[in-house]
């Protein structure tokens, strides 16, 4: 029964690390977006617009 208790509580602690990692993920991906954009090296290799 306790076997069962902690395996069922590490599964929710897996599933919630798993969370907080997607919300970094994403975090991160939307800080490198912004700084791309505002990167003077990032307009360089754009194409330009007409």
Known sequence: MQVK???ERLAGEKSA???TNSLFI???QGIGDELARQSRLHQLSQPPHH
């Open 5 to 7: 208790t902690l395996m």
């Open 17 to 19: 690390l798993r969370g």
């Open 26 to 28: 994403r975090n991160d």
